[in-house]
């Protein structure tokens, strides 16, 4: 067994120091090891670590990482407990990559399949099993086939265009794109052969712009309704419209408008967990209320659920400005806190098959990173595992995007399971789509 560690070390700096020259490792399949070439098919960010004897099984804070080099800062850690102290516990030290590189469980490598993307954020897979993004910078939905199953994008195809800044998308069962712009919502229907939508239509108009000005979309899961999450106008204020820090249900052609859930300052990711009616959303808390509070959250929300913003944060805490005595009555508690500032944006169930078992149905969570915390936090994506439909403890899943000097390199927005069981991660400051796989032995 000491030989084994002993060769583990090695191997990892070996990886570090062919990444430096320049010569990176290829990216596995997903079920074959990670093999060296001259010419590799995709930018390896992270190399598969060596396992150990036992098989992986996800903790609050894995030990392994891409490569070893230093330790890292204690960061404060998330806890799914609806009351815990003020601030969140520390985890212990873990092992930083080098800039450039992700830290991953042992067994996971990570490529980027996609790069040059103008501000991509919330995705959805097609019927066709191929990733569409919402490219907002660009203002258009675009198709990243891999049909050679490569772990690489073929092409970056256009479906649409002409967009005001799109930032979700999701799939009708009759094929039509549903794409959340900041004021309204639209319909793209009729697909040419190369699967361009020549049909569009707005079904949603008149949404309330500026502040948190992204709207995402979502499908109930027996198409009955149309989801439609809308952030606040500020950081903390009382609303004058209604619409307002919620969210909004329709049917799916636009009528029938309902606040569903309000109280959400800002719920920009939502899905359904797979088999049930549950609803899932994360929500940024408000900021100047110190590092550490309020928590951020993941919320099981309800129709007619308050979670309580601007008065009342996670549930338990009245805010400074608008709460007061009572101010958290009759607020619902959130289903998950995190470490605050960390800004959660998309979150998906893992439904794939490629991960070891121990990942099925972990709902993962993408984390934007902190623009106004004393030490930066965030920048990363982590998982909850879930017991009988109940979450656990936070941990670190892909980390990295962060560096130990404070700065950054990318910003997480999404993440979705992909038809070959992988896992996407969208990065709207890098431009890019980055593939995590499992490499195995």
């Known amino acids: 067994m000491k030989n084994k560690r002993i060769y583990s070390l090695i191997s990892a700096v070996l990886l570090t120091t062919l990444a430096v020259s320049g010569c990176r490792p290829a990216s596995p399949s997903p079920t074959s090891p990670a093999t060296m070439t001259a010419t590799p098919p995709a930018e390896v960010i992270a190399s598969p670590t060596p396992l150990p004897t036992d098989p992986p099984t996800p903790t609050p804070h894995p030990t392994a990482a891409a490569t070893p080099v230093a330790a890292a800062t204690p960061a404060p850690t998330a806890t799914a407990t609806p009351s815990p102290p003020p ?3 520390a985890i212990p030290t873990r092992i930083v990559p080098p800039a450039g590189t992700l830290a991953l469980p042992p067994g996971f490598g990570a490529s980027v399949f996609a790069q040059g993307l103008a501000n991509p954020r919330m995705m959805t897979v097609g019927p066709d099993g191929q990733l569409y993004v919402a490219e907002r910078g ?10 050679n199953a490569d772990g690489v994008a073929d092409d970056i195809e256009a479906v649409a265009a002409g967009l005001r800044a799109p930032s979700s998308i999701a799939f009708y069962r009759d094929g039509s794109l549903y794409v959340g712009e900041t004021t309204r919502i639209l319909r793209l229907s009729e697909p040419d052969g190369d699967g361009v939508f020549q049909a569009r239509e707005v079904v949603v108009e008149g949404l309330p712009e500026g502040g948190h000005n992204t709207r995402t979309v979502l ?3 027996d198409w009955a309704h149309l989801f439609v999450s809308v952030g606040s106008s500020c950081n903390v204020c009382n609303e004058t419209d209604v619409r307002r820090a919620t969210i909004m249900r329709y049917n799916p052609d636009g009528s029938a408008e309902e606040i569903y859930a309000h ?10 967990r797979p088999g049930s009616a549950e609803l899932w959303a994360t929500n940024n808390g408000r900021d100047w209320m110190g590092d550490d509070l309020p928590p951020e959250t993941v919320y099981l929300v309800r129709q007619g659920d308050d979670a309580g913003w601007p008065r009342c944060h996670a549930g338990r805490l009245s805010d400074p400005d608008f709460g007061g005595a009572g101010a958290c009555d009759g607020v619902v508690a959130p289903a998950v806190e995190m470490q605050a500032h960390s800004a959660p944006l998309g979150l998906t169930f893992y439904t794939g098959q490629q991960f070891p078992e121990s990942y099925h149905g972990h709902l ?11 030490v930066p936090t965030g920048y990363k994506v982590v998982g909850i595992p879930m017991e009988n439909g109940a979450p656990g403890p936070v941990y670190d899943f892909a980390a990295g995007w962060l560096r ?3 700065s950054r390199w990318g910003r997480p927005v999404d993440v979705q399971t992909g038809a070959d069981g992988s896992l996407f991660v969208s990065d709207d400051e890098g431009g890019k789509i980055y593939r995590i796989f499992y490499a195995g032995e």
Do not use: I, Q
């Open 87 to 89: 601030t969140a516990a």
């Open 138 to 147: 660009a203002g258009r939905v675009v198709r990243l086939p891999d049909r």
């Open 219 to 221: 499908f109930s899961p």
């Open 263 to 272: 109280g959400l300052r800002n719920a920009v990711g939502v899905v359904f």
């Open 364 to 374: 993962f969570v993408a984390f934007h990173g902190s623009w106004n915390r004393g």
């Open 404 to 406: 130990a000097d404070g």
